[in-house]
Antibody, heavy 118, light 107 residues
């Protein structure tokens, strides 16, 4: 059974940093690209970042480019999102998602809440 | 960036009726278009990929069509559990975008 378990969310002050983790199991992690997708309270889905299976290719939404860094450790079956210079508008539930087919997502974690507030 | 625009924002229908949801892309995405369903407090669920292929376990009442810039998700006969928010999503050069969503509510 595929499982994605996010952790690392919490309350952080504006300008602060936070690192999210996503522990994967139930599939061959190093065969699949992964993404982070967020959802602000009461709002729609926003894709944040993607990384290919080997970690050499990364992409970011314009809203987080230069502030967030996606990475992965295939030896630990874990995906990361390092977030810095956080803003109030980064407040959201952050989901990790497994790539399927051509850039779609077939499995999602349960999400971790990041709140940016003073 | 490819922008996806969904319509309508809200669709009010009754169980048993047919639902038609639209997604328009700002530039051609070929058939690289997926649809998701999201219920309150839950992660999204993949319904359709490559514009018209049902994901594993998705009932046959869900179907997708379209190519290029215009896409449609059709639910042939609404069941009570189908009332939710639906999102389209595309992938171009490894960058993804979602539409803003269509809320399907009970009339």
């Amino acid at each position: 059974e595929v499982q994605l378990l996010e952790s690392g969310g919490g309350l952080v002050q504006p300008g602060g940093s936070l690192r999210l983790s996503c522990a994967a199991s139930g599939f061959t992690f190093n065969n699949y690209g992964m993404s982070w997708v967020r959802q602000a309270p009461g709002r729609g889905l926003e894709w944040v970042s993607a990384i290919n299976s080997g970690g050499e290719v990364t992409r970011y939404a314009d809203s987080v480019k230069g502030r967030f860094t996606i990475s992965r450790d295939n030896s630990k079956n874990t995906l990361y999102l390092q977030m810095s210079s956080l803003r109030a508008e980064d407040t959201a539930v952050y989901y990790c998602a497994k790539d399927f087919n051509r850039g779609n997502f077939d499995y999602w974690g349960q999400g971790t809440l990041v709140t940016v507030s003073s | 960036e490819t922008v996806l625009t969904q319509s309508p924002a809200t669709l009010s229908l009754s169980p048993g009726e047919r639902a038609t949801l639209s997604c328009r892309a700002s530039q051609s995405v070929g058939t690289f278009l997926a649809w998701y369903q999201q219920k309150p407090g839950q992660a999204p669920r993949l319904l359709i990929y490559d514009a018209s292929n049902r994901a594993t376990g998705i009932p046959a009442r869900f179907s997708g069509s379209g190519s290029g810039t215009d896409f449609t998700l059709t639910i042939s006969s609404l069941e009570p559990e189908d009332f939710a928010v639906y999102y389209c999503q595309q992938c171009t050069n490894w960058a993804r975008t979602f539409g803003q969503g269509t809320k399907l509510e009970i009339k």
